[in-house]
């Protein structure tokens, strides 16, 4: 799969289920229009401009916002209010760098304690993944559907992995990179199939060749940020 597929118009963020409160709703909303970049790196977030936007009084959206700094999205800055958290090259590489040494040690757990169950997850979800790439070629479907999909492949290989706490800073590390990830997708000039670097993925870990896996998973995890290398500074608001 090719990432020269043009990002989709800001929308109403998607949900695995419904929220169970408003400040829930608005800070999923919000999360996805920060991570859109609908909200650019940066930029000031006025509680009195956005509580008319996401038609939520101030207190919750106070508490979205703070949910949001949690997740390091947002900062805070004492009375000076909330700002959508910058991004930078640096950022990135500290990100990948962690996300390389945990994933792959998940996924090799992973490997270790998973069974046929966890096998057939992970083929049924490089399926789904597979079936939304070509929906995506053909535009019938946005990126939030395909970034939906890969991330549940991605979730369906460490599925095994017995350390809940790695999986939790995993996907606070994944949540951080689903930023970077869309600026790839304005421009690149590095070819890249992922749809092939998916397959061989797979491949290994049901063949459970746990070396040959976690290599695989440290050069997709890291072509990611070559191709981050190569965009202007512009692009992170420098």
């Known amino acids: 799969m090719s990432q020269d597929f043009a990002l989709p118009a800001a ?18 909303r919000l999360r996805h229009d920060i991570v859109t970049g609908r909200h650019p790196p940066g930029s000031k977030l006025r509680v009195e401009h956005l509580r008319d936007e ?13 949910l949001l700094v949690t997740d390091a999205l947002v900062t805070v800055q004492g009375q000076r209010g909330f700002r959508v958290a910058p991004i930078s090259l640096d950022d990135f590489e500290d990100i990948t760098r962690v996300r390389v040494v945990l994933e792959t040690e998940a996924l090799g757990l992973s490997i270790e304690h998973g069974d046929e169950a966890w096998e057939a997850n992970a083929v049924a979800a490089f399926h789904r993944l597979s079936r939304v790439e070509e929906r995506l070629h053909q535009g019938d479907v946005g990126f939030d559907e395909w970034e939906a999909r890969n991330r549940a492949f991605h979730t369906s290989l460490l599925a095994a992995c017995p350390s809940r706490w790695t999986l939790h800073f995993l996907s606070i ?8 990830r869309r600026l790839v997708l304005l421009d690149t000039t590095v070819p890249r199939d992922v749809h092939a670097e998916h397959a061989a ?11 040959a896996a976690c ?16 965009l202007p500074a512009s692009r992170f608001g420098e």
């Open 215 to 230: 290599q695989i998973l440290d050069r997709h995890i890291r072509t990611t940020l070559e191709v981050i290398r190569q």
């Open 173 to 180: 590390l994944y949540q951080q990179s689903e930023r970077y």
């Open 11 to 28: 929308s109403a963020a998607p949900t695995p289920g419904m929220p169970k409160t408003l400040a829930e709703h608005a800070y999923l």
């Open 201 to 211: 993925l797979l491949e290994a870990c049901i063949q459970r060749n746990r070396q």
């Open 54 to 66: 996401y038609q939520v009084g101030a207190g919750t959206l106070r508490e979205a916002l703070l």
